[in-house]
Each structure stands twice: as C-alpha cells, then as structure tokens.
C-alpha cells in the first residue's frame, strides 16, 4: 500500500499547521492557521457549500502559490468552536485513496484541534483508524470528495502549548477498498500424496473490483516462508504463482496462505504417505474466506470430487464447522468415471431456533469472531481427503428474535424486540450473542458481563466482540418509535452516547441516547439546559458510576 503525504501549513521556517506562540491562548484574539492545498491527487480547498461565510475564516492564495490561512477567532479559556464542513477535500485521481490526519501532539479527539468527517475524527495513524474513502474519478465521481469539519477544543486544555509548531499531515493512501470491490483468495493444493509425488500449493488472487488492488502475500510451506511481498492485480485480472511441496519422505507438511485482513487466509496439511497418490486428485475446496454475520449470509462452501482413477460411483462429502451446536452436513454424489461432480454446501450464519435452552446465545452456531475452524473430507471407494480452513465471521447488527417472547433482556429479563426505541445488542468472541432491551441495560453489561451470569443467560468465557445500539436520531420522539428490526443499529464502538440522566427514554426510565456521529450528540447537548459536552461519552468509558446512575441496582 502506497502512502502519499500532504504537508498543510508549509512555510519557509518548516511544515505544519503553525499555532503561533499565543495561538489557542484564551487571550480572545484572532488565531491563524497555514493551510497549503496538497498537490497531485488530493486537493484541499474551502467549501463552497459551507453554510456560513467561509472567507470569513479561510483566506484561499492558492492561486498565488501561497497556502490556504485558516483564522479563528476569540477562543476562551476552556472554550471551544466547530466550523461543520468549511473544508472540501477531493481526490483528482483514478485509484481509490484512503485518508487520514497523521496524529500528533495536540491533535484529534481531546487535543486542542481535530478534523472530523461525518461526526468522527480523521486523526490516526493509518486509514484503519479511520476507515474514509476516497473513491477515484471514473468510479462515482459523488463519492471522490468530501467535507471535512475543523474543530478547535481548549475545554480540557490547560497545559502550556510547545514552543515549536506542530505539524499536520493529511496522508492518502493508495490501493484502498472502496464500493468497487476486491480481491479474492483461491488456493489449491492436495490433501494427501504418495512420497516422492508432484504436489504443489497454487495461490490465485482475482480482482473482482474496478480498480486495481494490492494486498501484502505471506505463503509458508512446511515451515519454511516462501513468499513475502507485495502483490497487485489489475482490475479484473488474475495473479498466480505455484510452490512445491517436498513430498521425498512420509511426513505432514503445514502450509499458509496469508494476505491483508480483508483479503482473508487459508491454512491446512498435506500428508506424504505411501499409498496416498490417488487421493491427490481426489477433493478440491473453494470456500468463502470471510463471510459478515446476517441473516442473507451464508458461508458457501464448494467441494469438486474428482474419479482419480477409482472408475466412478457414490462419493460422501461432509463439511464440519468446529463446535458442538451445528451437527456436520453431509452430501452424497454421483462421481462420473474419469470425471468430477460438485457438492454445494451453504450454512446459515444466523438462527432464529437452534439451541432452544439458550437460543438467543446460539444464534450463530459454531461460527465465531476469533477464527472458526471448518473442515471438508470426502470419502469414495477406498480413498479418502481432507481439506481443512479458517474463515473470518465478521459482526454485525442482525435482526432482533423473534419471537420476542423467547428472548430475555441479559440484565432485566425483559423481552427485547418490542422495546424498539432504545433495545441493544452485544457479542462475545465465541459467537455468543445477547439482546438487551435498553441502553442503559447494555450499559451495565458492557462494565461486568460476569454479574448477570445465570441470571437470564449463560455469560462466556469470552471477551466482548462488538455491540449495537439505536441511534438517536432514527426514534420518532413524539411516540417514541422507530421504524427497524435490528440490522439498522450503529456500531457502539463508534458512537457517541449523551448521559442524560433527567429525562425518560426508552424503557426502564432513563437511558443513555447514542448517535452515529459526534456533532449529532453535540447539537443534542446544546438544545438542552443542564447538559454540556462533559456528557458525552465513547463506549470505552461506561464504568461502574454510570451503570450505577441508569441501574441503581448495579452497586
């Protein structure tokens, strides 16, 4: 992945958005900012769509040659200013480019500056931080440019600003996923061999995108790393490459395929038997590498059975997902004499009635978030194969169960689908997931899953993987409704929660509010007496005192 950088605020003394010595001093004078336009395929500019007067804080001499002055006026002490969507940012270039603010000294959530781009800081250290694509001209030229919102925050700054100016970076980088789509992994190899054999382990990466596509490709065989670098393919073309596997005496010989996380991995053993030659032929795998939890989402699983010389006849095929709830799934077909037949297997990734003592927990099987084991094995006339793999399962929000009247809230026990204004969800690294009917319940959970074990549901061993919640500005506040059935919930992880503890909502009394975007939560605060921005919260920071004030029965 290519990154390229784009300085703003160069000046002759050095590079970087310049603060001044008494810049963000609360002495209320005007505050300047050097902002110079990236040159190449990024390109930043003041917003012709901003609602306010956007010269009046941004002087553009890019026509000059001069960088872009951003001037803020009349900061207090612990006071702060948002100027929503006073900067365009556009890529001019083909290729999809990732962006971000390169994080430094005072700046991004908490610093005294930060970008944001939908409600959410840009400030991190790579594009997984922040996850904004800019998609490239020839795509959808809608989605090459975006607002970004400038921030300046001096709440909880009291500390002496650096003599030296701080530098800001705005980095876009090459060979980011967009809508266009990506790479797909393939990989074939024999599950068994006869010693001293021709085996070899091929490795396919197809670019079903529009773009091209780069991924880092990682192949060990046998222990041994034969292949480390970077690899890209056109858009849709193909790259292939092949390694031997030393098959001169009977041994098991592990190999891995691995590539950038989106891209997937493959892994399994090659036995070196005597006798094991015509199993060689015998079972070929194509098989999903990852696969988001949903209930229109399978893991689909292709198993080609090939005669391999056997002459023809009934072959059994059975795929087993690692775990104790989902029982194998079992094929029989006919293979043709010198030919090949395929069986098809498709597996749920979520369950309305599965373990009916701990449905809600059950609801996707075996399949969980920290790697799930699959194995294929084939058996036709006296031969037999094996092809093992790992798929990724992904969370998401997925709709609530139904019936409701079978599921429990984890904390209160009470039903949870019909409590559509505030109800929530949660997962566990194992697959386990639990429903909640309120936020403020959720709340609670997330501070000490381990409390309500054996209360409503059995709590895991297992770490929190994700949870889901409603966002604020979806609920008709007028009746309190909300049209959704549970696949529309937003990322808690990402959201920002509003700690109003005075008013009603939901059930249970008062709940935390949660909103997709930060200026959202913000804009809630500043329409009501008595909240501020000390009220906004991340999920990362619920505790005890907070479960407590929603749930007083938490202590």
Not at 53 to 67: I, K, R, W
Not at 214 to 236: H, I, K, P
Not at 337 to 350: L, N, Y
Not at 420 to 441: L, V
Request: with cysteine; aromatic share 8%.
């Amino acid at each position: 992945m290519d990154r390229r950088k784009f300085l703003l605020g160069s000046t002759a003394a050095g590079t970087g958005l310049l603060f001044g010595t008494s810049a963000f001093s609360a002495a209320g004078s005007e505050h300047a900012v050097s902002i110079e336009t990236g040159d190449g395929y990024l390109h930043v500019e003041p917003n012709d769509e901003y609602s306010g007067t956007a010269s009046e804080y941004v002087n553009d001499n890019s026509n000059d040659g001069d960088p872009l002055e951003l001037t803020i006026h009349d900061i207090n002490e612990h006071g702060w200013v948002r100027f929503d969507d006073l900067l365009r940012v556009t890529n001019t270039g083909t290729q999809n480019l990732g962006l971000y603010v390169e994080d430094s000294e005072l700046l991004g959530e908490g610093g005294v500056l930060d970008y944001l781009v939908d409600g959410k800081s840009i400030v991190g250290a790579s594009t997984e931080d922040t996850d904004v694509v800019l998609e490239g001209v020839g795509t959808d030229d809608s989605n090459n440019s975006l607002t970004v919102t400038v921030k300046a925050d001096m709440t909880d700054y009291d500390d002496e600003l650096p003599e030296e100016d701080p530098s800001v970076m705005f980095v876009a980088e090459d060979g980011i996923d967009g809508a266009t789509g990506g790479l797909s992994l393939d990989t074939t190899v024999p599950s068994s061999i006869d010693v001293d054999g021709d085996a070899a382990l091929d490795v396919t990466l197809e670019n079903m995108g529009e773009e091209p596509h780069a991924t880092n490709l990682t192949v060990v065989v046998g222990g041994t790393e034969m292949y480390n670098a970077q690899v890209s393919v056109d858009a849709g073309g193909t790259w292939t490459d092949s390694w031997e596997i030393d098959t001169s005496a009977e041994s098991s010989v592990p190999w891995s395929v691995s590539t950038d996380d989106e891209y997937g991995d493959a892994e399994g053993t090659v036995e070196v038997i005597e006798g094991g030659g015509s199993g060689d032929d015998l079972l070929d795998v194509g098989a999903t590498d990852a696969v988001t939890v949903g209930s229109d989402n399978d893991f689909a699983v292709t198993a080609t059975v090939s005669d391999g010389g056997v002459g023809g006849g009934e072959a059994t095929a059975a795929l087993d997902i690692d775990g104790d709830q989902l029982s194998k799934n079992e094929k029989t077909v006919t293979v043709p004499e010198g030919g090949d037949v395929e069986a098809t297997f498709e597996v749920p990734t979520v369950y309305n009635d599965l373990a009916p003592d701990n449905t809600e927990a059950g609801r996707h099987g075996d399949f969980r978030f920290d790697g799930t084991e699959w194995t294929v094995t084939v058996d036709y006339g006296d031969e037999s194969s094996i092809v093992n793999g790992t798929l990724d399962v992904e969370d998401g929000p997925i709709e609530f169960y139904d019936p409701d009247s079978d599921t429990s809230c984890a904390v209160c026990g009470m039903g949870t689908k019909g409590f559509e204004s505030a109800h929530a969800q949660a997962t566990h690294t194992n697959g386990d997931r639990m429903e909640f009917c309120s936020s403020g319940c959720l709340v609670t959970y997330v501070v000490d899953p381990g409390k309500y074990d054996g209360d409503n549901v059995a709590v895991p061993d297992a770490s929190i993987e994700g949870a889901w919640v409603v966002d604020y500005t979806n609920v008709d506040v007028e009746n309190g409704s909300r049209s959704g059935d549970g696949t529309d919930l937003i990322d808690a992880r990402e959201a920002s929660f509003v700690l109003d503890y005075s008013s009603g909502y939901g059930t249970m009394g008062a709940n935390p509010r949660a909103f997709a975007s930060a200026s959202a939560a913000e804009d809630y605060v500043g329409s009501h007496d008595g909240l501020g921005e000390a009220d906004i919260v991340t999920m990362d920071e619920f505790d005890g005192q907070i479960a407590s004030e929603y749930r007083p029965n938490f202590q």
